[in-house]
């Protein structure tokens, strides 16, 4: 199975690009919202892709679908669970950044979600009823800002780690989240309870 690509972009559509990774070409579905990150990039440029991967009884061919993040691809496994909603449709409906999708499940926001491409009231309401409580992660999926930095103890370091590394912050960035749940809760001393704290905060900005 492929996890990950990372190769000379040959060509780009609407809707996916041809990577030339050793001397093969994969061609990889985007979601609007990971294209939109790849307007930029041109004919021969390097581009790294997370894959998800898709290959059934009843649909032998494979399909490769990219994330820029690996948080972005457990998203995408967790939307696919939804009854009625396979590969196919979940890419064409991720037109809005995902830490605005996971906010709106959080929030039981049906309105919102039927923002989302090809996704209409029952099935907003289904996704609510089956992803509802396991979203707060993909909410705190990078967002642009920087900032301060913060003192390092080790529980510390852990939720730094988590925010950067798997949730694609830039360091700056999670200093100033971290900094600011602290101010708001300086008794959050293990991991868990200073990344529940860091995530409080930004779903409430």
Not at 89 to 108: C, S
Not at 139 to 159: G, M, T
Request: glycine letters at 6%.
């Amino acid at each position: 199975m492929i996890g990950y690509l990372k190769g000379v972009l040959l060509k780009k559509e609407s809707d996916r690009i041809l990577l030339l990774v050793n001397q093969v070409g994969y061609e990889v579905l985007l979601p609007a919202v990971v294209m939109e990150t790849l307007a930029p990039r041109r004919h021969g440029d390097e581009v790294a892709l997370y894959i998800y991967f898709q290959q059934t009884e009843r649909q032998p061919k494979p399909v490769l679908i990219g994330f820029n993040l690996e948080a972005e691809r457990e998203f995408f496994q967790y939307f696919v669970s939804v009854e009625d909603i396979g590969p196919s449709k979940a890419v064409k409906a991720l037109n809005i950044p995902i830490r605005d999708i996971a906010r709106a499940i959080e929030a039981g926001d049906v309105t919102r979600l039927t923002q989302l491409k090809g996704i209409g009231k029952r099935t907003a309401q289904k996704i609510v009823a089956t992803l509802s409580g396991k979203m707060e992660k993909f909410a705190l999926i990078r967002k642009p800002e920087a900032e301060p930095p913060v003192a390092n103890p080790d529980f510390v370091k852990q939720v730094l780690e988590v925010l950067t590394e798997q949730l694609g912050h830039k360091p700056a960035e999670a200093k100033r989240m971290v900094a600011d749940a602290l101010k708001r809760n300086p008794g959050a001393t293990t991991p868990e309870s200073l990344f529940e704290e860091v995530y409080r905060g930004e779903i409430s900005r």
